[in-house]
């Protein structure tokens, strides 16, 4: 999907690089997107919305979704609602949730959307997390070209950044 040529996949060491990441994604995000977080148990899906929530200045807490499986939060730039797929017994209970009402109300994150299957919308990004001994490989994949190009920025100037101060890694 993405142009060779187009940065889409960092490297992060630490929770808080991860949070710090996320909060520069919170800058780029549209209004109304789904977005698909794939990766094991771990592998800091749940840490990497927790900085996108600050990024948006949410400053209360960030509860991980595994019981609730949906954990919506009011912004005031739009609603962001953070599912987690992975208790989801059946179908139905997405729809008690409300799903099909809350597509094109805001950010829409998953977790687990392999559980969700057919019934979950196509996504406009995914990102694909995965161990590299104790740090996090993210991988990006963007359907929107100019949003492709504003997460390769913000990539660049946050690598740009480690290697300006390493004592952060
Ligand atoms: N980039 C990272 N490097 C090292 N540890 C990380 C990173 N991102 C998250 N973590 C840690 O990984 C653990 C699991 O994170 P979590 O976000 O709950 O994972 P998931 O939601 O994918 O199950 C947490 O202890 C978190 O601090
Ligand atoms: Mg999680």
Known sequence: MNHPAILSEIKLHSQQQQEAFGALLAGVLP??????????????????????????????????????????YELPQQNLYHFDLYRLADAEELEYLGLRELLGEGLLFFEWPERGEVLLPAADIIVNIQHEKSA??????????????????????????????????
Do not use: C, M, N
């Not at 789904?34 to 996108?52: C, D, Q, S, W, Y």
């Not at 929530?53 to 595994?66: A, M």
């Not at 990006?140 to 952060?168: N, T, V």
């Open 31 to 72: 209004k109304h997107a789904v977005i698909f977080l794939e990766g094991e148990l771990g592998a800091g899906k749940t840490t990497l919305v927790r900085g996108i929530l600050r990024g948006f200045g949410w400053s209360g807490t960030v509860k991980s979704p595994t019981y609730t499986i949906l954990e919506p």
């Open 136 to 169: 996090r490989v993210l991988k990006f994949k963007i359907r929107d070209p100019h949003l492709q190009h504003q997460i390769a920025a913000i990539i660049q100037s946050f690598e740009h950044g480690l290697s300006a101060s390493p004592e952060k890694l």
